[in-house]
C-alpha cells in the first residue's frame, strides 16, 4: 500500500508559486481558503526565510508571484 504523506497548506502554496507562471492572492486564497490578508503575510514570511519572490503583472490575471530562488532546492522538490 502506497501512502501519500498529508499536504500542508504552505506545501501546496509553495508548490503554486514554484511553478513556471507562479500564482496570483485569488488563486492561492482559493487553493487554502485564506483571506488576501493571510496570504500577503505568508509571502512576507516566506521572504524572511530566504525565498526570492517575483512580482509580475500579468493583464487580465493580475498580479502573479512566483518563487525565483528557495533557500534550499530541496524544500521546492518536497513540496511538489
Given at each position: 500500500?502506497?501512502?501519500?504523506?498529508?499536504?500542508?497548506?504552505?506545501?501546496?502554496?509553495?508548490?503554486?508559486?514554484?511553478?513556471?507562471?507562479?500564482a496570483s492572492?485569488?488563486?492561492?486564497c482559493k487553493a487554502t481558503k485564506w483571506k488576501p490578508h493571510?496570504?500577503?503575510?505568508?509571502?512576507?514570511?516566506?521572504?524572511?526565510?530566504?525565498f526570492v519572490l517575483a512580482r509580475e503583472q500579468r493583464g487580465d490575471e493580475g498580479t502573479i508571484y512566483r518563487i525565483t530562488q528557495?533557500?534550499?532546492h530541496k524544500v521546492l522538490?518536497?513540496?511538489k
Amino acid at each position: 500500500m502506497v501512502t501519500s504523506k498529508p499536504q500542508t497548506k504552505s506545501a501546496k502554496v509553495i508548490a503554486m508559486l514554484g511553478r513556471g507562471k507562479g500564482a496570483s492572492i485569488d488563486e492561492i486564497c482559493k487553493a487554502t481558503k485564506w483571506k488576501p490578508h493571510s496570504v500577503r503575510a505568508f509571502l512576507t514570511g516566506l521572504r524572511k526565510k530566504g525565498f526570492v519572490l517575483a512580482r509580475e503583472q500579468r493583464g487580465d490575471e493580475g498580479t502573479i508571484y512566483r518563487i525565483t530562488q528557495a533557500p534550499d532546492h530541496k524544500v521546492l522538490q518536497a513540496a511538489k
